[in-house]
T-cell receptor
Framework: KQEVTQIPAALSVPEGENLVLNCSFTDSAIYNLQWFRQDPGKGLTSLLLIQSSQREQTSGRLNASLDKSSGRSTLYIAASQPGDSATYLCAVHTGGFKTIFGAGTRLFVKA | DTAVSQTPKYLVTQMGNDKSIKCEQNLGHDTMYWYKQDSKKFLKIMFSYNNKELIINETVPNRFSPKSPDKAHLNLHINSLELGDSAVYFC?????????????FGDGTRLSIL
């Protein structure tokens, strides 16, 4: 059974700091891995999607890596800003229209 | 324009009542989903529909009955509401199974059972 774990559960950093969020999954048979952002009272916004054949994806200050064999992914956020404060969710697509989510990392960036 | 819209945004009701949540997407996607996010923020899939056909029913109680009148709509009806049903329910859509392109989410419906 696929399980997705995110560490840390919460993180507080000063503005400008570079940071890394971690995601691990128990079954390497995945089709893709996605990172989402969730703001309070809002739905999820897709940030990056990495196909199982890819190693990383970049969008602006965000870089996500995928090591399928070890069941790990990281989301790197460069030069963090207060507007980055949100919950970041990692999710793996296991095939058959099914996506398994982690519990998320709550990020707070202090001005 | 909102891509995936859910109504209502908030729903407060008493135990035992029946309620419905509506979802519509204007992205032209052929797959829609319902997720439940509990108090610990864990997001779990409940149902997925592809071209109006049920693909996933993730051991959800029979009190929950989704209905997809067309590809752009997936509604959720809940009978005999229980305290444990209190959660945020998210609707989402994707083109195909979501293997290639990401899912798009609505803003959620916050259901509180008194």
């Amino acid at each position: 059974k696929q399980e997705v774990t995110q560490i840390p559960a919460a993180l507080s950093v000063p503005e400008g700091e570079n940071l890394v969020l971690n995601c691990s999954f128990t079954d390497s048979a995945i089709y893709n891995l996605q990172w989402f952002r969730q703001d309070p009272g809002k739905g999820l916004t897709s940030l990056l999607l990495i196909q199982s054949s890819q190693r990383e994806q970049t969008s602006g200050r965000l870089n996500a890596s995928l090591d399928k064999s070890s069941g790990r992914s990281t989301l790197y956020i460069a030069a963090s800003q207060p507007g980055d404060s949100a919950t970041y969710l990692c999710a793996v697509h296991t095939g058959g229209f099914k996506t398994i989510f982690g519990a998320g990392t709550r990020l707070f960036v202090k001005a | 324009d909102t891509a995936v819209s859910q109504t209502p945004k908030y729903l407060v009701t008493q135990m035992g009542n029946d309620k419905s949540i509506k979802c519509e997407q204007n992205l032209g996607h052929d797959t829609m989903y319902w997720y439940k996010q509990d108090s610990k923020k864990f997001l779990k899939i409940m149902f997925s529909y592809n071209n109006k056909e049920l693909i996933i029913n993730e051991t959800v109680p029979n009190r929950f009955s989704p209905k997809s009148p067309d590809k752009a709509h997936l509604n959720l009806h809940i009978n005999s509401l229980e305290l444990g049903d209190s959660a945020v329910y998210f609707c989402a859509s994707s083109q195909g199974s979501g293997q290639v392109q990401p899912q798009h989410f609505g803003d959620g419906t916050r259901l509180s059972i008194l």
